[in-house]
């Protein structure tokens, strides 16, 4: 998708009010308060998911449509980097790269692999997006914003944002997956705000985004996807043994070196707005 001019799709719509309505709903944090589990317990687990997601060649194409804007001597910030799926690659290749990240557990593992490698031109600000000020973030030349968007005021968000950004700010985030639709009829489980929320923000701020939605599948254990659905979207366990049944009942659950798995497929939108 690569609109050529910059379209809501409704018009009666507040766009940024509607995000923060439905994120309140289903988004990642109430997801955890729902099954009582903290956040940093969850990005403990997460890292784990994750490395699962690499070995399956995650970010792949995502990381490629970012590094593919990035510029020689190119200053980068990446907000809400986590452990550094995308701030690594890019300080490897930009002149510098600031990365935000509030959570303890991300950022300490963000640290680990600044260390490894060895860089020096990656810094880590530990703070909340909503919390800084943007004369403590500077101005960048590429802004980048992937899987981060637990942010209520979504519209002061990406305002400021485009504040820090000198020529490209990049957001991904999620479109749909392969059983967005399964969750929903099965088991009555709503998904969280996708992308367009933020495309029509962006819209109603007078900007005109391109978008490119980029599809990605892989395999996965069984049960390790039923341990990441125990967070998110916080299923019970009688909620895991009834899809468990289901997804076996439509032969989507097959036995990979001994293990129950499935193929799993998911879109995510690359946005990207020129300044």
């Keep these: 998708m690569n609109p050529s001019r910059c379209e809501t799709t409704r018009d009666d719509v507040d766009w940024a009010a509607a995000w923060r309505e439905h994120l309140l709903r289903s988004g990642l944090e109430a997801n955890l308060s729902r099954v009582g589990l903290l956040p940093e317990e969850f990005w403990t687990r997460f890292g784990g998911w994750v490395q699962r997601l690499s070995r399956n060649g995650y970010p792949g194409v995502l990381l490629e449509r970012v590094m593919a804007l990035v510029?020689?001597?190119?200053?980068v910030l990446d907000v809400g980097a986590?452990?550094?799926t995308y701030a690594l690659p890019l300080a490897r290749v930009a002149c510098q790269v600031t990365?935000?990240?509030?959570?303890?557990?991300?950022?300490?593992r963000l640290a680990a692999g600044v260390r490894q490698e060895g860089l020096?031109?990656?810094s880590i600000l530990p703070h909340c997006w909503e919390e800084l000020d943007p004369a403590e973030v500077g101005v960048h030349d590429l802004v980048l914003a992937a899987h981060c968007f637990q942010m209520h005021d979504i519209r002061a968000a990406l305002s400021k944002m485009c504040r820090v950004t000198r020529r490209s700010l990049?957001?991904?985030h999620a479109v749909d997956n392969d059983l967005t639709d399964t969750l929903r009829t099965v088991l009555g489980v709503e998904p969280g705000p996708n992308y367009i929320?933020?495309?029509?923000?962006?819209?109603e701020m007078g900007f005109c985004p391109d978008v490119d939605i980029v599809t990605r599948t892989y395999r996965v254990p069984l049960e390790t996807q039923m341990d990441m659905f125990r967070c998110n979207p916080g299923l019970s366990e009688d909620q895991c043994r009834r899809l468990?049944?289901?997804?076996?009942?439509?032969s989507r659950v097959s036995l990979l070196d001994g293990q129950p798995s499935m193929e799993r497929r998911h879109s995510d939108a690359v946005i990207h707005v020129s300044m």
């Excluded at 510029?71 to 200053?75: A, I, K, P, V």
């Excluded at 935000?100 to 557990?105: A, G, K, R």
């Design 71 to 75: 510029q020689q001597g190119d200053s």
């Design 244 to 250: 468990c049944h289901h997804l076996e009942g439509e």
């Design 120 to 122: 020096t031109n990656l």
């Design 170 to 172: 990049i957001l991904i």
């Design 197 to 203: 929320y933020l495309y029509n923000t962006l819209c």
């Design 99 to 108: 990365a935000v990240e509030p959570s303890p557990v991300q950022a300490g």
């Design 82 to 84: 986590g452990a550094g």
